[in-house]
C-alpha cells in the first residue's frame, strides 16, 4: 500500500526554522520526482518546491526561494524527502503536503502529481 507521511510541522515564531519530512513507501519511488505544496485556509493549494528523482535538480516557488531547500535520501524500500524552511514568515503558514508523480522530473503543476500524503500544519506567528 502506498504510503506518504509527512512529519515536523508545528508552531514556530517569524524567523525560526523547520525541518519537514516525508517518508513514501509501498512501491518504488526511486525514480519518481517529489514535491511539496501547501494549501493554506481559503486558498488554493500552491506548489512550494520539486527535487528530481537523483535529488541533483531542485527548482523552488520564488516565494520560498533563498530561505527554503528540498532534498530527498533514496534508500532501497523508502524515499525520504526533506523540506529545510529557514527565516519563516507568518505568511508560511499552511497545511504541508508532500507528493510524488511517476515521471523522474519534478512539475510545479499538483494535478501532476499520483500520491500525495495526508499534510502536517505549519504555523508561524508574529
Known amino acids: 500500500q502506498v504510503q506518504l507521511v509527512e512529519s515536523g510541522g508545528g508552531l514556530v515564531q517569524a524567523g525560526d526554522s523547520l525541518r519537514l519530512s516525508c517518508a513514501a513507501s509501498?512501491?518504488?519511488?526511486?525514480?519518481?520526482?517529489m514535491g511539496w505544496f501547501r494549501q493554506a485556509p481559503g486558498k488554493e493549494r500552491e506548489f512550494v518546491a520539486t527535487?528530481?528523482?537523483?535529488?541533483?535538480?531542485?527548482?523552488?516557488a520564488d516565494s520560498v526561494k533563498g530561505r527554503f531547500t528540498v532534498s530527498r535520501f533514496n534508500a532501497k524500500n523508502t524515499v525520504t524527502v526533506y523540506l529545510q524552511m529557514n527565516s519563516l514568515k507568518p505568511e508560511d503558514t499552511a497545511v504541508y503536503y508532500c507528493a510524488a508523480r511517476s515521471s523522474s522530473y519534478g512539475s510545479t503543476n499538483p494535478n501532476e502529481y499520483a500520491y500525495w500524503g495526508q499534510g502536517t500544519q505549519v504555523t508561524v506567528s508574529s
Open positions: 527535487v528530481t528523482w537523483s535529488g541533483g535538480t531542485t527548482y523552488y
Open positions: 509501498g512501491r518504488s519511488f526511486d525514480t519518481s520526482a
